[in-house]
């Protein structure tokens, strides 16, 4: 079935740091890609979203471009700040089903 | 816009004990799932609504757990009897049908003693 892998964490960064949170899919055809950020105390929130191949999405100075050819969806942002501090979540939702697989989350603290 | 509603945000029961859990989506929206998210883990789709009619409940185990959205609004989600393993965080979420943006609630955090 289909399937997510992210980087393990937690992962710590000083601000203004460049981050990168690896991570790979299991899918069948051709899945839409997502980056969901949850805030301490806070529900899941959509960060970005790419729908295609070579398809980059972009919000608030985080990028993930979609990567058919390895089956990935890296998170970056070139200079975190302590408000990035929350926990990341890659996904993925099949073509048609509407469901959403997630990945086990990453830790992300940014220290001042 | 108000966003996805919970409650409780908070439930603490010992085991064989019965819970609910309530979730109303954002108006207008037809799709509603709800998913449990085990300490360190991603959340897990327990089951998909669209409307009042069920979508996709093959992740539910039905023994213990299940859900209504009777006039295809408000959700309850509820456990009877709860088991140590269900110690999680229930979540609900919506959309708008057809789309693929989910829109999460806080989330009901449940330990089962």
């Known amino acids: 079935g289909d399937s997510v892998t992210q980087m393990e964490g937690p992962v710590t960064l000083s601000e203004e740091a460049f981050l990168t949170i690896n991570c790979t899919y299991t899918?069948?055809?051709?899945?839409?890609l997502f980056w969901y950020v949850q805030y301490p105390g806070e529900g899941l929130q959509l960060l970005l979203k790419?729908?295609?191949?070579?398809d980059k999405g972009s919000n608030k100075g985080f990028e993930a471009t979609y990567r058919k050819e390895t089956t990935s969806f890296h998170l970056e942002k070139g200079s975190v700040q302590v408000s990035d501090s929350a926990v990341y979540f890659c996904?993925?939702?099949?073509?048609?089903?509407?469901?959403?697989?997630f990945g086990s989350g990453t830790q992300l603290t940014v220290l001042p | 816009e108000a966003g996805v509603a919970q409650s409780p945000r908070y439930k603490i029961i010992e085991k064989r004990q019965s819970v609910a859990f309530w979730c109303n989506p954002i108006?207008?929206?037809?799709?509603l799932y709800w998913y449990q998210q085990i300490l360190g883990q991603g959340p897990k789709l327990l089951i998909q609504?669209?409307?009042?009619?069920?979508?996709?409940d093959s992740q539910l185990p039905k023994d213990r757990f299940s859900a209504e959205r009777l006039k295809g609004v408000d959700s309850t989600l509820k456990i009877q009897p709860a088991k140590l393993e269900d110690s999680a965080v229930y979540l609900c979420?919506?959309?708008?049908?057809?789309?693929?943006?989910?829109?999460f609630g806080p989330g009901t955090r449940l330990l089962v003693l």
């Open positions: 609504f669209q409307n009042n009619g069920v979508v996709d």
């Open positions: 108006s207008g929206h037809a799709t």
């Open positions: 899918a069948t055809g051709y899945p839409s």
């Open positions: 979420a919506s959309s708008l049908s057809g789309e693929e943006t989910q829109y």
């Open positions: 790419a729908t295609k191949a070579d």
């Open positions: 996904a993925l939702m099949p073509g048609s089903a509407r469901q959403l697989t």
